[in-house]
């Protein structure tokens, strides 16, 4: 009798928690970070146009783990939600879970554990191996994202925007920029150089062996031996005289078929200012990260950033702008101070002399952080993350204040974060929106790594925490990661592929109000934060870059580093 009770009894168990699970649907409107959150991390939430005042955290057996309340954060103008805002910081258990709210919805499940980032961080990296030019990506390391190698670039001619009538210039490897299979010095050395600066603070943040990439196995990071990739590309572009070509790409884009289906001529197209000095400062930093890996490449990549800088100093004001006949990527830009400063903090850090201190010291930057175009404006922040990371080359005074700017900066993104409804900094959605907060992101840990005060760590959780689908969109906005993926990014390869799922590890630019592709795109809001279609024809929200992916890099690993 008593062996039929405690059947009877667990059978009621068993069916009343069948009955809880059936009586929950999943809600889009509960957003969480898809990917999950660190043990020890801040742990939050948002909930959408739902009136509720509460929520639970249940795990794999719809066993309530934590139990907690919303609050009511008003009406987010950039989304015109009412949001309200949830945090359960204090569940620490390992496992996965999902949000429950007003006992009937429920959101995607997500993971508490430790290393939580690490296979987003080498999908990131692993990502600029997808893009390498000239280059095949065999079955072994691609998986069924293996090709053929396409735009050898052994022969490419010179446009005459380059200062040559004629001729051609062996210019093989490097990544491609983006969606398209262009090849730009500019965007090419702000994204070497934002992972660069992971290698510096944590030189085995990736270790070798991780990546599974051709260079796998030979003693070096493979993350160095990836970006070393993309440097050897960048050091064929300078002319014999220091000044650098500005970018190697036909003279439209080519339509979405496989690198080795595009026919385009290949062209060298430009020389300027603002190439040649990037191309300066990123081989000036690289040159001493790679002086106990590669000494003989550090001298040569030294010897050729000098050349640059006195070009350049000579030929301050050389703009570029697309030729007439000319219309792929322009990455134009007619402000060269920032360009400078950037060039003269990593020669004056990896040569130590004078006359690039004084330059500094002669043509001070304002230290903000400037929306949009990264690959115009952050530049002089990496300088700055640069000189608090090297504090010796300069004077006990100077370090001080650049110390003190960079934590007023990081506080100034803090308070912004306070006063959003979504805990991001971000108020305006334009081009790249995403790596706007990447960036800021990448501010607030640096900021960490100066002063270890917690709250700038918080800070780059709460924006990964966005780009992983605590966003109006609730979409995962790394390829191949979370329950609601992007899956038609605006990337050749992947659309042109005979895979399903595109390929994975690339951050998708995000919301974008200017909506430049709205005669090919139908988006379905009209508010800033929504202004995103995962459709392939979307280059205005949906296309991946390089230098999207390049604090992405740099905030997962520095995460991985510091939260375990």
């Not at 002669?362 to 690959?375: A, D, G, M, Q, R």
């Not at 204040?401 to 900094?425: C, F, G, R, T, W």
């Not at 270890?452 to 109006?472: H, L, R």
Request: proline letters at 3%.
């Amino acid at each position: 009798m008593k062996k039929n009770v405690i059947i009877i009894s667990l059978l009621i168990l068993v069916n009343s928690c069948k009955v809880a699970v059936e009586k929950t649907s999943i809600s889009e409107n509960i957003r969480v970070n898809q990917v999950g959150y660190y043990p020890n991390g801040t742990k939050q939430f948002v909930v959408t146009d739902i009136r509720a005042s509460s929520f639970k955290v249940v795990d794999e057996n719809n066993k309530v783990a934590f139990k907690g309340e919303l609050e009511n954060k008003g009406i987010w103008e950039a989304s015109g939600e009412q949001v309200y805002f949830g945090d359960f910081s204090m569940l620490k258990s390992p496992g996965v879970y999902s949000i429950i709210v007003n006992d009937t919805l429920q959101s995607y499940s997500f993971k508490i554990k430790e290393n939580l980032y690490k296979d987003a961080l080498y999908a990131a990296v692993k990502s600029y191996y997808f893009q390498r030019s000239s280059f095949a990506i065999e079955n072994k390391f691609g998986s069924i994202y293996s090709r053929e190698a396409g735009h050898m670039d052994t022969a490419a001619v010179f446009h005459p925007s380059s200062g040559h009538s004629k001729g051609t210039l062996n210019s093989t490897g490097g990544w491609y920029d983006a969606g398209d299979y262009g090849k730009y010095i500019v965007n090419g050395a702000i994204s070497v150089g934002q992972m660069l600066q992971l290698v510096e603070q944590y030189p085995m943040a990736i270790s070798d062996n991780s990546l599974n990439i051709p260079e796998s196995g030979n003693g070096v990071s493979d993350l160095l031996d990836e970006l070393k990739y993309e440097l050897d590309w960048i050091l064929t572009m300078q002319d014999v005289d220091g000044g650098v070509y500005h970018k190697l790409t036909s003279k439209t884009f080519c339509g979405f078929v496989m690198p080795k289906d595009d026919t385009d001529e290949r062209m060298i197209i430009g020389k300027g200012t603002a190439a040649t000095l990037n191309f300066a400062a990123v081989l000036a930093q690289a040159s001493r990260i790679f002086q106990k890996v590669d000494a003989n490449w550090s001298v040569k990549a030294l010897e050729a950033s000098e050349k640059a800088w006195n070009w350049a100093v000579k030929n301050n004001n050389v703009p570029f702008n697309n030729p007439a006949d000319v219309s792929t990527g322009p990455y134009d830009d007619t402000v060269f101070s920032d360009d400078f400063y950037w060039a003269a903090t990593e020669l004056l850090i990896t040569t130590k002399k004078e006359a690039y201190s004084t330059y500094l010291t002669e043509n001070e930057e304002p230290f903000i952080h400037e929306l949009t175009n990264s690959w115009k404006f952050f530049v002089r922040n990496i300088a700055f993350q640069s000189l608090v990371e090297n504090k010796e080359v300069l004077d006990e005074s100077t370090a001080t204040l650049m110390v003190s700017n960079q934590l007023k900066l990081a506080d100034e993104i803090l308070l912004k974060i306070s006063n959003n409804p979504y805990a991001i900094a971000l108020d305006r959605f334009e081009w790249g929106s995403n790596s706007d907060l990447l960036n800021q992101a990448m501010v607030l840990c640096v900021a960490h790594r100066l002063s270890n005060d917690e709250k700038y760590v918080v800070g780059a959780e709460q924006i990964t925490d966005y780009i992983f689908g605590k966003n109006a969109t609730g979409y995962c906005f790394l390829t191949g990661f979370g329950t609601k993926k992007v899956q038609f990014p605006h990337h050749r390869p992947s659309g042109a592929d005979i895979v399903v799922e595109p390929i994975p590890g690339f951050v998708v630019g995000g919301p974008n109000k200017d909506k430049q592709d709205a005669n090919e795109v139908s988006y379905a809001s009209i508010y800033p934060a929504k202004s995103y279609q995962d459709v392939e024809s979307s280059y205005a929200s949906n296309e991946v870059c390089l230098n999207w992916n390049a604090p992405a890099v740099y905030v997962l690993g520095y995460l991985e580093q510091v939260r375990k």
